[in-house]
Structures are given as C-alpha cells and as structure tokens.
C-alpha cells in the first residue's frame, strides 16, 4: 500500500483482527453512534468489503475506512482520523487510497453521507470529485441531523 509523507511515518493498509481494539477507539471518538468491536469483526474478511487502517510507525493505528463494495459501485460507510492526528493530510490520503482500492475493483461510483453540519469533510470529499447528489431527512442521531449525499465518478 502507499507509503505516506515521511515526516507522517504512516502508511496505509489492509484492517487486521488485531486492529479492532484501536478501530473502535476512533470510531468512539469520530462518531456520536459507533459501530460495535463485533461489527467491526464480522466484515473483516468479507469480499464485498474493503478495510483499511492509517498506521503511524510511532503512534500505531491513527485511522480506518471502511469501503462496501456492490458490483461496480461502492459507498464508503466510515472513514475516521484521530482528532488530535487531523488537520495533517491523513485523511486526504486514507481517502485517496480507499479510491484507488476501489478504482482497483472495478468500482465505477462511489457514494457517501456525511452530516450536513460536517463542512470539513464535506470539503474533503468535494476536492478529490465528489458531488452532492441529495440528501436523507433526519439520517444521523444524536443529535437528529440530516445527511448529506454525495457522489464520485471514479
């Protein structure tokens, strides 16, 4: 997988049962309703399923994505950076390589919801090609919010 910036010692690769514990303390600490350790385990090894993690050489595991994969067309269901690792170009790299991964399968569009309220990620998401397709009515809890849709043409 790519090798990030060297000052970054981080790299990008395929999720692994011993990352689980590090996954959901990010999915914790990103998301107001996170998905459980079983979750994580129970799609480790399914091939319409893609799982990566950001790993620090000093810090360990910094991030995750989690891709579904559907015939030709995907949706990235979590993508997370720890808050205090944010800011740095990591998720734009996790983001970068989870589109390759799935430009790799065959994957013709990939979709996404992000809370409407997420400007940053929003951004992210737009500055590699996706665009706003839609919107899903009181999608998220805590708090009750609504998604917004997004799509890129790989």
């Not at 996706?130 to 809890?141: L, S």
């Amino acid at each position: 997988m790519e090798r990030l910036g060297s000052s970054q010692r981080a790299l990008v690769r395929k999720m692994r049962l011993e990352d689980l514990t590090s996954v959901v303390q990010i999915e914790r600490e990103a998301f107001t309703s996170p998905w459980q350790k079983d979750t994580f385990a129970g799609l480790i090894d399914r091939p319409t399923v893609e799982m990566l993690v950001l790993e620090d050489s000093v810090e360990g595991v910094v991030g995750y994505a989690v891709l579904w994969c559907v015939l030709d067309e995907g949706e990235l269901a979590n993508l997370a950076v720890r808050p205090r690792f944010r800011g740095r170009g990591l998720g734009r790299k996790l983001l970068e390589e989870v589109i390759a991964v799935a430009r790799g399968r065959g994957i013709a569009k990939m979709y996404l919801e992000v809370r409407v309220s997420n400007q940053l990620a929003a951004g992210l998401y737009r500055s590699v090609g996706f665009t706003d397709v839609g919107t899903r009515r009181a999608y998220y809890d805590q708090p009750r919010e609504d998604a917004r849709i997004m799509v890129a043409k790989l």
